[in-house]
């Protein structure tokens, strides 16, 4: 199944050409290049160009062309949304001080100036959208028997617009987490040069609902749980969902003119309990090693496989991106020279040659959730480390922390916070050693970046089941989850804060920290605090408005729908 995306992508990249300018102008007309897939003249009756519009849709999170920016790579949908959840929180800061905007997310300082992560979050999000309506539109069974398609490819084209929903479904999940309100169209709104309305944060909640909900339907054409890795099927439209309900009373919630939260939304607990029982029933399961999830081989890893629901398929050769996998594994990693063997020749321990040195944990986090402890030995004379450190949990075993220091007194100074080695583009059965020759020649990775596993799921139905007062049926699945951390002293119950450190360490920088710490109410909070929070060294509060971004201002001027959100005008 592999091999088909990757024949996808290199149909879709050598087709495609340039169809930006304004981001949203007019998120329905149809793509300006007539030989685009997506284009009313590019189907005809043969089942593989319906294949490869999909898989233009399903490109929409690692495409770096197109917008017209100074870092492509930065335009990626994937590195963009990850930059904000995770720079913006507690658990990462980036040290590009070239970078303007990514000291306004690590320091929670943005305001209506133009940032290159969530003006691409917005194009790349709505773009996507657009791409699947189109695909919707020209898929219908009337068009699809105009061009003398088979019963059969009929039926298969109904699977692939499922999927396409999905898609669209994730697209309008992230565009609403991240900015409330946005644009909203479907396949079934004006078409042409029309200025896309509004849709509130709750009415696009509702639809993204009541998407999934059908997909996942019995009698939907959605393929079976784990059967089309790695594009979507009934498992990663569960697993969405799930995530949806358990973020219910945040984005259904309302907000006065200064963007402050006058109530939460109702929440939908006992609906994300029951999905996550569902998925339970589906043949899923933990992969043995926590690391080998995020090595380079992971999708062609049976026991990593059996823990992913969705993935985004990378491949260094035929889907590269300055983003994602690469930018995971070059921007955490300090230099070649970190390890070598007893002739002094590097051993490329992350499995590629280039190190960008960007993004580390600050100590604080690594110590309060993951538990670390650096003993006297630790220290040498100057302050900075030796590289020793303990730990118990077993997801704590890949820090490289030699030579830094524990005070992040300068964010601009990489060596100042611990560097996480989590993703990682070596073989999860390669030893540095053995895999050196190849990372040294290694320009890209190959990763694909799981966008929801199991191990959420768990996490997310403990929650739910720790809001319905049901704790007990969480129990073992959290034991799970230790059990793999090497935590062998099992719980029998649990409350709130075991469930924050619990999802602080096994979901580490997998793009959701800032979503969780906001439905705990903990993201702008002055009660919670950590070191350059809202701008202060010491951490400081923000105003609550932040909880979502301002609208890039060149939409601002190009939809005339569009306003400032509540707070940043």
Known sequence: MKKIIIILCVMFVSGAMNIFTSCTDDLDAFPYNETDFTSENAYGSDFENYLSGLAKIYLSWSNISDLKVDDGGASELLRAYWSIQECSSDACKNNWKGDAWTQDI?????????????????????????????????????????????????????????????????????????????????????????????????????????????????????????????????????????????????????????????????????????????????????????????????????????????????????????????????????????????????????????????????????????GVSVPESGYAEDGTYTGEYDYSDLRAGEFYIKGHSEVMSDIGVFSQGWSYYKWNNRPHDKTPAEYAEVAAGNSGASIDIPLIRLAEIYLNYAEACLHLNSTGVAVPYLNELRNRAGLMNDISTYDRDYIIKERAVELSWESLRRTDLIRWDLFHSSTFLWNWKGGSYNGQGFSEYKLVFDFPDTELVSNSNLSHKPGYN
Request: glycine share 8%; net charge negative; aromatic share 14%.
């Open 106 to 370: 690590n320091q929670n300082t943005w305001s209506t100036a133009s940032n290159a992560a969530t003006y691409a979050i917005y194009a790349r999000t709505l773009h996507g959208i657009t791409y699947v309506n189109e695909f919707l539109r020209q898929t219908t069974d009337d068009r699809l028997k105009q061009r003398g398609c088979s019963s059969e490819v009929v039926a298969k084209v109904h699977q692939l617009r499922s999927e396409a929903r999905f898609v669209r479904a994730y697209m309008y999940w992230i565009a609403i987490d991240t900015f409330g309100d946005v644009p909203f169209v479907t396949e079934d709104s004006d078409f042409g040069a029309v200025t896309p309305e509004v849709g509130t944060r709750s009415q696009v909640f509702d639809y993204i609902v009541t998407e999934l909900e059908d997909i996942t339907a019995n009698d939907s054409p959605m393929a079976d749980a784990g059967t089309l890795y790695p594009r979507a099927d009934k498992g990663a439209a569960l697993g969405l969902l799930s995530r949806i309900y358990l973020n219910a009373e945040v984005y259904r919630s309302t907000v006065d003119a200064n963007g402050n939260v006058t109530a939460k939304g109702e929440p939908m607990w006992q609906e994300c309990k029951a999905v996550c029982e569902k998925i339970f029933e589906l043949n899923y399961g933990l992969c043995s090693n926590y690391f080998d999830l995020f090595r380079g081989d992971n999708g062609e890893n049976p026991d990593a496989r059996k823990e992913m629901l969705f993935s985004v398929y990378y491949d260094k050769n035929n889907n590269f991106s300055w983003g994602g996998a690469y930018f995971l594994v070059a921007a955490s990693y300090q230099g070649a020279d970190e390890l070598k063997d007893e002739n002094g020749n590097s051993l490329y321990y992350m499995g590629i040659s280039t190190p960008w040195a960007g993004v580390r944990m600050p100590y604080e986090y690594a110590r309060d959730y993951f």
